[in-house]
Each structure stands twice: as C-alpha cells, then as structure tokens.
C-alpha cells in the first residue's frame, strides 16, 4: 500500500489548499492591496468551498462561472460585511 498524501480534517490535500490559497490571495490582493485582508478573505473563502466540495476533484471540475457564484454566495460573508 503507497502512503496516502497529507489531508487536512476537511479531506482535501494539503498541497490543494494551499495551491488555493497562493492563487486567491495574489488575486485578492490586486483588488484589496492589503495583504493581511485578502490572506483572511482567502482563508475563509477556502473554508467555505471545502464545506461545499469536500471532494478537491469535484471543486477542480467547477467551470468558471459555477466558481464565480460559489464565490458570490459567500463573499460578503467573507469580507466581514
């Protein structure tokens, strides 16, 4: 039996969270240009996809605008609105 890759307790891998996080928080940050802010949005953000796809394939397989609305369904949320 191989070695099963590091999970988080939310099941996705660690290396697909953090993939995540890199790429959402250099996005957030040309929005925000607050570093510290886009990181927490990006955390949560992370968080809340997680709960939704706790599969990391079934949330790679989203297309662009199912992403987008995951995205809007939870933004504010997020940002602490």
Do not use: H
């Not at 607050?34 to 990006?42: E, G, H, K, P, V």
């Not at 953000?45 to 394939?57: A, R, S």
């Not at 605008?65 to 949320?77: I, N, S």
């Amino acid at each position: 039996m191989g070695k099963e890759p590091a999970t988080t307790a939310t099941g996705w891998p660690e290396k697909d969270r953090n993939d995540f996080l890199t790429s959402c928080i250099d996005e957030a940050v040309k929005n925000v240009n607050d570093r510290t802010l886009a990181s927490n949005y990006c955390s949560c953000m992370l968080t809340k996809l997680e709960g939704d796809y706790p599969d990391v394939n079934k949330a790679a397989s989203l297309t662009t605008d199912e992403v987008t609305a995951v995205m809007q369904k939870y933004r504010d949320g997020c940002l602490g609105k």
